[in-house]
Nanobody
């Protein structure tokens, strides 16, 4: 099982980023997928989750309406579209699925 995140970077407040997580080594379309994040000095927290068929999603309250999780089962990829970013969104973002973690991608929101 391998999960590889990409798309992180430095963005100004109010900006947008799209994270991607490419999965391999398992039947991607059979598993729910999640995005977590961990800010410095804080515990890792669930940000969003999507069911195996993409039919249902969940968001933690403080990203609801700003972030969108989606997936393309033909490409074995899950995405996190992040809009209206705030400095408090700064964290390492991790993809999670089938009990495995990706290596993380840094998102920094700063002017």
């Amino acid at each position: 099982v391998q999960l590889v995140e990409s798309g992180g970077g430095l963005v100004q407040p109010g900006g947008s980023l799209r994270l991607s997580c490419a999965a391999s080594g398992f039947t991607f379309s059979s598993y729910a997928m999640s995005w977590y994040r961990q800010a410095p000095g804080k515990e890792r927290e669930l940000v969003a989750r999507i069911t195996s068929d993409g039919g249902s999603t969940y968001y933690v309250g403080h990203v609801k309406g700003r972030f969108t999780i989606s997936r393309d089962n033909a490409k074995n990829t899950v995405y996190l579209q992040m809009n209206s970013l705030k400095p408090e969104d700064t964290a390492v973002y991790y993809c999670y699925g089938k009990t495995k973690w990706g290596q993380g991608t840094q998102v920094t929101v700063s002017s």
